[in-house]
């Protein structure tokens, strides 16, 4: 199957790193290489891109579409959490730009055997990197009914987490939970039917919950911020997209300490913490997909970009 992935807010995106020809620019979730791509055209000379990505697939989908840009880009598989060690690797310092782009691939959705879909029947998975050991099975079968409770209702944000933690442990008491059909079966019956009518699919939110706590979505980017921020040039950009509020949450409180680190009592009349901005928040209002973006592609729906500059 061919590595899909619709480069969201691509223009919009490509356009706040303020691409400079002779720049060193970081794309840490490479997918497709749909906004590498249109960075790459922007360089020359001294010019150079990195691209980053833990799928397989994204690495080989994205290194044939780049090809042709030859010795000014390098592709690593690797997680985004591990960039300064990557460029440093590479004898790099400091860069021009970084995007991320948090959204899952078409091609990871799609591709039944990735096991992220909850629309067919296949063994659970999830996995960002298959080069991990563990699963979505084996949470589903080997965390306890209140850290699937947990998981859940944090990284889900369905309010029937409690009864889907409760149903899985019953379920898996019988047989373990081996395939998404049967997850979704599970799920489905610990949400009443007529909440099911009136809402979307009733696993969606389940999955997303173990697809974030398999893949430690949200720990690597809380983690990561600070250091991105560290990397960048004066002047030089980072630019993150979103697809939901615990992702954007995230970015916009990381923003806006970096933006402003004093810790200093608000009635103390000169800092004395000492704390220094980094730099400012670009986007004091998130960006959103047009119109015309989101008649072509629906999953762009939940997209927010937000724009950090280094001072």
Known sequence: MEFRHYSVMLQETVDELCVRPGGVYVDGTLGGGGHAYEVCKRLSGTGHFYGIDQDEAAIRAAGEKLSEFGSLVTVIRSNYCRMKEELNASGVEYVDGILLDLGVSSYQLDEAERGFTYRENVPLDMRMDQRQEKTARDIVNGYSEMELYRMIRNYGEDKFAKNIAKHIVQERKKRSIETTGELVEV?????????????????????QAIRIELNQELEVLEDSLDELIGLLKPGGRLCIITFHSLEDRIVKNAFRKNENPCICPNHFPVCVCGRVSKGHVVTRKPMIPTDEELKENSRSKSAKLRVFERA
């Not at 489905?188 to 696993?203: E, T």
Request: proline share 10%.
């Open 187 to 207: 799920i489905k019956a610990a949400i009443p039917m007529k909440i099911r009518m009136q809402k979307g699919h009733p696993a969606k939110q389940t999955f």
